[in-house]
């Protein structure tokens, strides 16, 4: 049934599937991708909190990061993590390492910068929010920029990253309200 949901989500837009996808967009602009999601699922806040900041369970969130370490950390109060990543867009693939400081505020927001010397990625950084809509579902408001560091075909590069952008989001939303919602 997973697969069967899965493929059906791939040919539609992000409303239809991953709990209730109110926005999803990416956007490039001089080789930066820029991602926002705001979705509602069926998982309390607490539940979801924990699943997204278990920093070496993040590979069940989506099938592009194969492994998820924690590193030595830099800077008191700051968690520092490894994500090996995956991706295949068409003939092209990507595999290599996205590493993040990771900063969490209460348990509302985790925000992350990108370490690009140790990184995929020239630059970056991520904002998650997490809101209780009510006992049983929560509010996920996700903002993300990425400056890739490897070669991305020109012309259909772009727009194919932010197809696989976007796919990735909806997997993970949907992961997460899975994983979560069986807490």
């Not at 994500?83 to 068409?90: F, S």
């Not at 904002?127 to 996920?140: G, K, T």
Request: positive net charge; proline residues 5%.
């Amino acid at each position: 049934m997973y697969r069967f949901v899965v493929l059906f989500c791939l040919g539609y837009p992000l409303p239809l599937c991953a709990g209730q996808i109110e926005r999803g967009t990416v956007h490039e602009r001089n080789g930066v991708y820029e991602l926002h999601v705001s979705a509602v699922i069926d998982a309390g806040s607490e539940a979801v909190f924990r699943l997204i900041s278990d920093h070496e369970g993040l590979r069940r969130l989506s099938r592009v990061i194969v492994e998820s370490t924690l590193l030595v950390p830099t800077v008191p109060g700051v968690t520092r993590r490894r994500l090996r990543l995956n991706v295949c867009i068409l003939l092209f693939c990507f595999k290599g390492p996205l590493v993040e400081d990771v900063a969490t505020h209460g348990r509302e927001r985790i925000t992350t910068v990108v370490v690009s010397a140790q990184s995929a990625f020239r630059s970056g950084s991520g904002d998650w929010r997490l809101a209780a809509v009510d006992e049983r579902r929560s509010r996920i408001q996700l903002d993300y920029l990425l400056e890739p560091d490897f070669w991305i075909p020109p012309v259909i590069g772009p727009w194919l990253i932010k197809r696989r952008m976007l796919g990735v989001a909806r997997e993970a939303i949907g992961n997460i309200e899975t994983l979560a919602g069986a807490d």
